[in-house]
Structures are given as structure tokens and as C-alpha cells.
């Protein structure tokens, strides 16, 4: 039953999740923390590690809360149900696009879309904050994590004016928590 539960989880994200693998972390934290899967804080650890990985963040997440969940088949179900819904819509899409491309109804959808997913993007980049920046901290009683708060702004600096890749901002942040231990 833990399979067909994880596989519909992941198949109704891969379903509802338009603009990538960040707009899914609001549907997938309401069935998996506010289900009682996970805990928020595993949650939170777990997207940290999805994206630390090569390869798309959602399938990497899948794949992850799969087998924390459900072992190695745990990981392929999860993962073949967030990728099912996309298969099916791509086919479709991509086998009627040439005689929709131009109509007026599919191009107005398309364009209120959007706002919605970066609205989603938005709650995700929240609630990530909001966990690292304070979460596990606010549990011994202080309010915020100071250095992480530097950090982080001295990342998204460096990241808007120097234009570092990812994976830097990856290294450099594991060598802090390693001096900040």
C-alpha cells in the first residue's frame, strides 16, 4: 500500500507542477510533512541534498523521499510517478502544438500560468528561508541564525555581482558549516 500511496503522491506533483522542480515543494510538503511522512526539518534537509546532486531537483527529490519512505523500490516509484504525468502531457502537447500554437485561449492560459508558478517558487523559497535561516535554530531558543544570515547575503551578493556558478556556492557553503561547526 506504501507504493501506491507514493506513487499517486508523486503522480499528482508531476501533474499540478508547472515551472520545474521548486514550484512542487508546496504540494509535496502538504502530503508529505503536514501527511506525517517526514518531518519539516528532513524535508528542508532533504531539498538541500536534491539540489547539492546532479540532475533535475524533482526527480532528485523523488528519488530521495522514495527511498527514505520506501527503499530502493520506494525511490523508483516515486520517481516513475512524478515523470508519468509529464510523459503523457508531452506526447499530447507535442502532437497537437503546430495546430494550437497561435490560438488566442491557449496563449491567454499560458500567460496566467506563470504568475501562479512564480507564486509557488516564492512560498518554496520562503519556507526554504525560513527553515534554514531560523528552523532548526529557533528550537534551542534563539530566533535567528546569524551567520547563516550573513552567509546568505554574502552569497546572493556574490551570486547577483560575480556571477559564481552553483557549485561553488555548494563548496563554499559546506567549508562554512565545517569552520562554523
Given at each position: 500500500?506504501?507504493?501506491?500511496?507514493?506513487?499517486?503522491?508523486?503522480?499528482?506533483t508531476?501533474?499540478?507542477?508547472?515551472?520545474?522542480?521548486?514550484?512542487?515543494?508546496?504540494?509535496?510538503?502538504?502530503?508529505l510533512v503536514?501527511?506525517?511522512?517526514?518531518?519539516?526539518?528532513?524535508?528542508?534537509?532533504?531539498i538541500?541534498?536534491?539540489?547539492?546532486?546532479?540532475?533535475?531537483?524533482?526527480?532528485?527529490?523523488?528519488?530521495?523521499?522514495?527511498?527514505?519512505?520506501?527503499?530502493?523500490?520506494?525511490?523508483?516509484?516515486?520517481?516513475?510517478?512524478?515523470?508519468?504525468?509529464?510523459?503523457?502531457?508531452?506526447?499530447?502537447?507535442?502532437?497537437?502544438?503546430?495546430?494550437?500554437?497561435?490560438?488566442?485561449?491557449?496563449?491567454?492560459?499560458?500567460?496566467?500560468?506563470?504568475?501562479?508558478?512564480?507564486?509557488?517558487?516564492?512560498?518554496?523559497?520562503?519556507f526554504?528561508?525560513?527553515?534554514?535561516?531560523?528552523?532548526?535554530?529557533?528550537?534551542?531558543?534563539?530566533?535567528?541564525?546569524?551567520?547563516?544570515?550573513?552567509?546568505?547575503?554574502?552569497?546572493?551578493?556574490?551570486?547577483?555581482?560575480?556571477?559564481?556558478?552553483?557549485?561553488?556556492?555548494?563548496?563554499?557553503?559546506?567549508?562554512?558549516?565545517?569552520?562554523?561547526l
Amino acid at each position: 500500500m506504501i507504493y501506491l500511496n507514493l506513487y499517486t503522491i508523486f503522480f499528482i506533483t508531476g501533474l499540478f507542477t508547472f515551472g520545474g522542480g521548486l514550484a512542487s515543494l508546496p504540494i509535496l510538503q502538504d502530503f508529505l510533512v503536514e501527511g506525517g511522512w517526514i518531518s519539516q526539518h528532513e524535508f528542508v534537509d532533504m531539498i538541500a541534498v536534491s539540489q547539492s546532486t546532479p540532475g533535475p531537483i524533482g526527480i532528485n527529490l523523488a528519488s530521495y523521499i522514495g527511498y527514505t519512505v520506501g527503499s530502493f523500490p520506494g525511490a523508483v516509484i516515486a520517481s516513475t510517478g512524478l515523470l508519468t504525468p509529464a510523459y503523457i502531457i508531452s506526447i499530447l502537447i507535442i502532437r497537437s502544438i503546430s495546430s494550437y500554437s497561435d490560438n488566442r485561449y491557449v496563449n491567454a492560459v499560458m500567460k496566467r500560468i506563470r504568475p501562479a508558478v512564480i507564486g509557488l517558487i516564492g512560498a518554496a523559497v520562503f519556507f526554504i528561508a525560513s527553515n534554514a535561516l531560523a528552523g532548526p535554530i529557533a528550537q534551542s531558543g534563539d530566533i535567528l541564525n546569524f551567520r547563516c544570515i550573513i552567509l546568505f547575503a554574502l552569497f546572493a551578493l556574490l551570486r547577483f555581482f560575480r556571477k559564481l556558478h552553483p557549485a561553488i556556492f555548494i563548496l563554499l557553503g559546506a567549508l562554512a558549516g565545517i569552520a562554523f561547526l
